[in-house]
């Protein structure tokens, strides 16, 4: 290229900067917008609530002597919406029997700063289902890795045609809806599902499975462990076959090749596949109550009961100081195990 | 080590099938339990093709919301993406792909909660009387599957040749031109993927949903949530059955795509 073309083009270059600059601006303010709206304001929303109470009021209207009266009263718990009226009418020094009510009803509205809701996070019911949550999440996250990690082995070193249908057959599970997935499970464990069938046909049982614990971790080990299998395949489909085969010439035996090739190799893929399970084990709710009946409260079913309340008993403040608490928990946990990958070393392969 | 591999596999393969399994068997189960067979039919079947019936009703309404949330998302999320792309990397791009990990990162419980708050207090504040209904379903969905899109179409993005775009311009194309001739068939495969995946995750949600849609509009698997505390009928597993065999063609579909955007690389 020639000075003065070089000179030309670079020009022309600058000036394509400036306009697509302006051009980029436009292009990402519909998404700013959105995403500023729908995923940054509900999470100011959930710290918002959390740290708000929850005020009842009786909201009263009536008409006395061709007057019309609207009046608000603070809802108490002798206060019933009868006797609501009869203040409402006192106060307007109107007699009961006068008044035409034309509205009245207990309505709420958010109040102010409070520390009660986070305080209700630690009461032993909730602490209990968050360690409940937390060590069954765990037990489910190791389980799936000790399933996942030789199953994705063994798929990363077959043939490309079965690797293309075996990506296929893991998928196919995951889009298929998983209430039905779990409700599946739960008429399978059932205490006359298959297994007891199968048992009592060869004389044993019948075994109580639904409402363990083990249960409940099968529901997650099942719905997620495609999670695990997929980012850990991915890592080890992209290891260089080469060096598997210069372990082999070298004299390694398959625990060494395993432990200082393989393993440090996959690292990342774990780390992801570690996260992508427990994240959604460690918040479901619909697992643990087809699982065990209902009778295993964890911090999902928590959050979802108190937020089905809505404003009654301060449902939604209070569930959404779990969900609060939920997050942080998760934030600090993906932090740490993204410390690990880190560290490893093994970011490389990614 | 190989052995070993064949039995984890089968294991695993079982395992994950079981359920599928159960399901299939017993959508032709003659009588009414989930969980006793007691015969080979197909009335299961029959009922809803014949009756349309609240399954179906449900059914009609997740198509039609996957498909709307899944084209709107696309849409959001291509523009986002080459937005994002035509970005430099520094403080921009970096928060706005930040946010855009949180629906990714967050627990499904998490973004419900979060979206429904929002829209109680939005209804606090213009006095509705629903919090939730089929517009804020709409939105919900828009929003957790538009970073699904940029997922898909960032990487293609970052892939293609930027200077084919400059040698375009050079030669006489409009900007407009040459992003529709140039940059854009090196990006409809991510395209079409990330639609596909909104598609897909749109019609299988239930927890954001859950949160966010209204008595108007019920999706199919809210409606199947609700029942589920009664009792469920082998009309739901039938239904899924139906629905097992047009994902198996979707994914089909999906890796053929996949596969030809892979052969078209090597060929390039």
Known sequence: MTGAKAGASASVLTEKKEKTSLGAKLLNAPYLLWSAVFIVVPILMV????????????EISFTAGGREYVCELPAAEDLTLEGAKEQAAAQAGVSLADATFTHASLEYRSGGFTLANLKEVWSPASRRAMLLSFLYSLAATAISLVIAYPFAYALSRSGAKSQRIQMLLIMLPMWMNMLVRTYS???????????????????????????????????????????????????????????????????????????????????????????????????????SQKMSNGMIKLVGDLIESKIKDQWAGGGLNVGAAMSLVLMVIILVCTFVMNRFSDDDGGGMVV | ??????????????????????????????????????????????????????????????????????????????????????????????????????????????????????????????????ATNFYTLLIAHVTFNIPYVILNVLPKLRQSDPTLYEAALDLGCTPQKAFFKVTMPQITSGILAGLLMAF?????????????????????????????????????????????????????????????????????
């Open chain 1, 47 to 58: 710290v918002f609530y959390a740290f708000s109470e929850t005020v009842g009021y009786y």
């Open chain 1, 185 to 287: 499970w739960q008429q399978i464990l059932e205490n006359n599902g298959v297994i007891n069938k199968a048992l009592a046909f060869l004389g044993l049982g019948p075994a109580t499975m639904l409402g363990t614990s083990g249960a409940v971790i099968l529901g997650m080990v099942y719905n997620y462990l495609p999670y695990m299998i997929l980012p850990i395949y991915t890592v080890m489909s992209k290891i260089d076959v080469s060096l598997l085969e210069a372990a082999d010439d070298l004299g390694c035996n398959w625990l060494q090749k395993l432990w200082r090739l393989i393993l440090p190799l996959s690292v990342p893929g774990i780390i992801s596949g570690l996260i992508m399970v427990f994240v959604p084990s460690i918040s479901t709710f619909y697992i």
């Open chain 2, 1 to 130: 080590m190989k052995t070993l591999g064949r039995i984890v596999s089968f294991l695993v393969y079982f395992f994950l099938y079981a359920p599928l399994l159960v399901m299939i068997v017993f959508s032709f189960n003659a009588g009414k339990s989930t969980s006793v067979f007691s015969g080979f039919s197909l009335r299961w079947y029959g009922e809803l093709f014949s009756g349309g019936g609240m399954l179906i009703e449900c059914l009609r309404n997740s198509l039609l919301l996957a498909v709307l949330s899944a084209v709107i998302a696309t849409l959001i999320g291509t523009v986002a993406a080459i937005g994002i792309y035509r970005l430099k990397k520094g403080f921009v791009s970096g928060a706005i792909l930040t946010v855009n990990n949180i629906p990714l990162m967050n627990p499904d419980i998490v973004t419900g909660v979060s979206m429904m708050l929002l829209f109680v207090f939005a209804a606090g504040l213009f006095g509705a009387l629903n």
């Open chain 2, 200 to 268: 897909t995750l749109s019609f299988d949600d239930f927890v954001i949903s859950y949160y966010t849609s209204g008595p108007d509009f019920v999706t199919l698997p809210v409606y199947i949530y609700s029942l589920v505390k009664k009792t469920v009928k082998p009309n739901i597993y039938a239904l899924y059955s139906i629905i097992l065999v047009a994902i198996l063609v979707l994914l089909i579909v999906y890796n053929a795509i996949l596969s030809r955007s892979d052969t078209k690389k090597e060929g390039n």
